[in-house]
Nanobody, 124 residues
Framework: QVQLVESGGGLVQAGGSLRLSCAASGRTFNSYAMAWFRQAPGKQREFVAAISWSGGSTDYADSVKGRFTISRDNAKNTVYLQMDSLKPEDTAVYYC?????????????????WGQGTQVTVSS
């Protein structure tokens, strides 16, 4: 079992930056991969980024590659999503997720554990 709590969302102008955090508690944090997803109103939940248990491997959706950076601090049981050059189309509720395994997927189905989400709104 693991509990995930996101924070760091807010309102920002286009071109601005935000850093999201996801704090995990429960199972040993440095034993599983983590991912970020987002869901805009009326749209399906979509993959944003993922990171391996060690932080040595990362993966990004094409829509955020070069603008977003995923990282983790295993000593703090926290995964981060640094979001730069934000666009209005990045507006969504952002969720962190894990399946408690070493793999990650670009679809939400395999993930058993989700945070409550944090709202990111980018104004034009």
């Amino acid at each position: 079992q693991v509990q995930l709590v996101e924070s760091g969302g807010g309102l920002v102008q286009a071109g601005g930056s935000l850093r999201l955090s996801c704090a995990a508690s429960g199972r040993t944090f440095n034993s599983y991969a983590m991912a970020w997803f987002r869901q805009a109103p009326g749209k399906q939940r979509e993959f944003v980024a993922a990171i391996s248990w060690s932080g040595g491997s990362t993966d990004y959706a094409d829509s955020v590659k070069g603008r977003f950076t995923i990282s983790r601090d295993n000593a703090k049981n926290t995964v981060y999503l640094q979001m730069d050059s934000l666009k209005p189309e990045d507006t969504a509720v952002y969720y962190c997720a894990t399946s408690l395994g070493s793999s990650w997927w670009r679809t939400p189905g395999p993930y058993h554990y989700w945070g409550q989400g944090t709202q990111v709104t980018v104004s034009s």
